[in-house]
């Protein structure tokens, strides 16, 4: 299948700093991804959906002044956490789809990020 | 709206039996479902998918799901588990005339324990 990288895989900062994830698409062109959050013993819960050379589309609930999204290319979309807050603490998932009605959608290893 | 349900939190086997991990989905329209495995700390692996066709899917590692329109069900089975099984599996639907959501919406997860 598909592969999905995700930079970096572990992240600890400190509160009130900004933290970069990165999502890249090593073998094919993702027209869309998608930032997941996932907290632990819990399912995947999507934050939003980043589509290449326009705006992202939040889901209900989700800041989109704290969490910056941009997808600049066919093969990265970034998730920037702004300002990071303890409770911003999750794993943090991005996935990639080629497009098409049938996509599979292939995830990326996940991020971790730990705000102390 | 679309939604998936997994009613096990965990399913016990022991190694070399069958195993079967239950999902059930509701969706406006037709689905697309899917099965997703996460080891801990890591992103999520791709199954298998049903898109249409035979109601029987083969996916990777020895693991089919059968889908059961009547039953809105999606279980996935394997005729002899092993302990490397043992692992979270998340089913997933896409409503298929949703043209505008391309996201996947997650049950809860199953968390499979293989006993050698």
């Known amino acids: 299948g598909a592969v999905v990288s995700q930079h970096p895989s572990r992240v600890i900062c400190k509160s009130g700093t900004s933290v970069k994830i990165e999502c890249r698409s090593l073998?094919?062109?993702?027209?869309?991804m998608f930032w997941y959050r996932q907290f632990p013993k819990q399912s995947l819960m999507l934050m939003a959906t980043s589509n290449e050379g326009s705006k992202a589309t939040y889901e209900q609930g989700v800041e989109k002044d704290k969490f910056l999204i941009n997808h600049a290319s066919l093969t990265l979309s970034t998730l920037t956490v702004t300002s990071a807050h303890p409770e911003d603490s999750s794993f943090y998932i991005c996935?990639?789809?080629?497009?098409?009605?049938?996509?599979?959608?292939?995830f990326g290893p996940g991020t971790r990020l730990l705000v102390l | 709206a679309q939604s998936v349900a997994q009613p096990e939190d965990q399913v016990n086997v022991a190694e070399g039996n069958p195993l079967t991990v239950k999902c059930t989905y509701s969706v406006s329209g037709n689905p697309y479902l899917f099965w997703y495995v996460q080891y801990p700390n890591r992103g999520l692996q791709f199954l298998l998918k049903?898109?249409?066709?035979?109601?029987l899917v083969k996916g990777s590692y020895g693991f089919e799901a059968e889908f059961n329109k009547s039953q809105t069900s999606f279980h996935l089975k394997k005729p002899s588990a092993l302990v490397s099984d043992s692992a979270l599996y998340f089913c997933a639907v896409r409503d298929m005339g949703s043209t505008g959501r391309r996201a996947l919406t997650f049950g809860s997860g199953t968390r499979l324990q293989v006993q050698p």
């Open positions: 996935s990639a789809g080629a497009g098409g009605a049938q996509e599979t959608q292939y």
């Open positions: 049903y898109i249409t066709g035979d109601n």
């Open positions: 073998d094919f062109q993702a027209t869309t």
